[in-house]
T-cell receptor, first 113, second 114 residues
Framework: GNSVTQMEGPVTLSEEAFLTINCTYT??????LFWYVQYPGEGLQLLLK?????DKGSNKGFEATYRKETTSFHLEKGSVQVSDSAVYFC????????????FGQGTTLQVKP | NAGVTQTPKFRVLKTGQSMTLLCAQD?????MYWYRQDPGMGLRLIHY???????AKGEVPDGYNVSRLKKQNFLLGLESAAPSQTSVYFC?????????????FGPGTRLTVT
């Protein structure tokens, strides 16, 4: 079946540190991959996505590359800010058009000044 | 343009009571979804709809019913609430079902069943 596994949190970093949140997936066919972010008290927002192997999604300084050979989609940012503190979810949608998203368990990031 | 709104924001139910959660979107989206979010488990799809008058089961549909009588509204019903349904419920909508269509999420409803 389809599943997404994220690194355990919480992740605590100092401002301007480098961020990596690991995400690996299991899927049949050719899924699309996403990172969503949830700020405190809010719903989820799409952060970035990649729809085929070797695609790189990027937004707001965050990047992730779709690696089919390692079934991974790790999230990176070169210099985090306090405002990046949130919960980050990796997700996939199978190669169909139902729109169904399968989420990882989420990783909490706390950035300290 | 309010996007996706959810009513109510908070609710406490006793075991066996019923309630309906309302999701409304003003973006003329065809697809709508209900998810539940539990600690350490991410979001799981309960039911979804690919258009007015249609519904389909997601990953965890047991104990829930849904209706999509109007394109802009998607209702989630709990007929006989159980403590296992204590969760945060999120509604989402999208213009289409393919990966190029972003899902827009509401702010959530926090439900506690005692």
């Amino acid at each position: 079946g389809n599943s997404v596994t994220q690194m355990e949190g919480p992740v605590t970093l100092s401002e301007e540190a480098f961020l990596t949140i690991n995400c690996t997936y299991t899927a049949t066919g050719y899924p699309s991959l996403f990172w969503y972010v949830q700020y405190p008290g809010e719903g989820l927002q799409l952060l970035l996505k990649a729809t085929k192997a070797d695609d790189k999604g990027s937004n707001k300084g965050f990047e992730a590359t779709y690696r089919k050979e390692t079934t991974s989609f790790h999230l990176e940012k070169g210099s985090v800010q306090v405002s990046d503190s949130a919960v980050y979810f990796c997700a996939l949608t199978p190669s169909s058009n139902t729109g169904k998203l399968i989420f990882g368990q989420g990783t909490t990031l706390q950035v300290k000044p | 343009n309010a996007g996706v709104t959810q009513t109510p924001k908070f609710r406490v139910l006793k075991t066996g009571q019923s309630m309906t959660l309302l999701c409304a979107q003003d973006m003329n989206h065809e697809y709508m979804y209900w998810y539940r979010q539990d600690p350490g488990m991410g979001l799981r799809l309960i039911h979804y709809s690919v258009g007015e008058g249609t519904t389909a089961k997601g990953e965890v549909p047991d104990g829930y019913n849904v209706s999509r009588l109007k394109k802009q509204n998607f209702l989630l019903g709990l007929e006989s609430a159980a403590p296992s349904q204590t969760s945060v419920y999120f509604c989402a909508s999208s213009r289409g079902g393919g990966p190029s269509y972003e899902q827009y999420f509401g702010p959530g409803t926090r439900l506690t069943v005692t």
